[in-house]
């Protein structure tokens, strides 16, 4: 299981010294708001008690440890590098965006960060921006309704899972990134703790890069006003 091994030292843009990921890396708001401001603006996340695909079935980040493997969209068996978890205030950017239960196909409610991303495939895609597929960053999606900020003020944890490569994972009924090796902007601080991708395998089995819909195209499909947040 992951620790809550601090990473207080990283903050500041500091570069770091090398970092054993082995037990987790843990994030707290309220010691670093810098870090865990950057990890949230550049990295996918969700709320720590989702369940994630894996082979042996779902399981929750504190269930995880680097080398567990997350089962992805090409049915992929794909190995965790680390699990990153940030303990932040749901207020403001830190606010979770909360999808509810039958939205978009949802099988169970399903609370992420603003930047996570999700793909949306057939008619969605098709009334946002004309095309078959399409990934959509969550805040785009807020609606006030079936889609809201859940900026309740008390504190809660994220989990950005690191895989091999990125990949997209189903959770709770919903294809959404996962955040790999490959992933451009990585904060420095976790840079400088991870392995670098295999250039044969990391790459070998990537799926082709998928069109990212404009927030106003978003809007299309959840009726969202421009400023209702």
Do not use: K
């Amino acid at each position: 299981m992951p620790s809550d091994r601090p990473l207080t030292h990283l903050d500041n843009g500091l570069s770091p010294p090398a970092l054993d990921v082995s037990g987790g890396l843990h994030i707290d708001a309220a010691q670093s708001p810098n870090l865990a401001h950057r990890v949230l603006a550049r990295l996918p996340a969700l709320d720590s008690t989702m369940p994630l695909p894996t082979p042996e079935g779902s399981r929750s980040a504190d269930q995880l440890a680097p080398g567990d493997c997350l089962v992805t969209r090409e049915n992929e068996a794909v190995p965790l590098r680390a699990i990153v978890t940030i303990r932040v205030r749901a207020l403001g950017d830190w606010a979770p965006v909360e999808i509810g239960t039958g939205v978009f196909g949802a099988s169970a409610a399903v609370p992420l960060s603003r930047r996570q991303e999700l793909l949306f495939e057939g008619w969605r895609a098709e009334q946002a921006c004309g095309r078959s597929a399409a990934i959509f960053e969550a805040g785009d999606l807020i609606n006030g309704t079936s889609v809201r900020s859940g900026a309740t003020g008390a504190w809660m944890h994220y989990s950005c899972a690191l895989l091999d490569r990125s990949a997209m994972i189903r959770v709770n009924g919903l294809w959404v990134t996962c955040a790999g090796l490959d992933t451009p902007h990585i904060p420095a601080a976790l840079c400088h703790a991870l392995p670098g991708p295999d250039p044969f395998g990391a790459h070998q089995h990537m799926s082709p890069a998928l069109p990212r819909a404009t927030s106003f195209e978003a809007r299309a499909i959840t009726g969202a006003h421009p400023h209702v947040w």
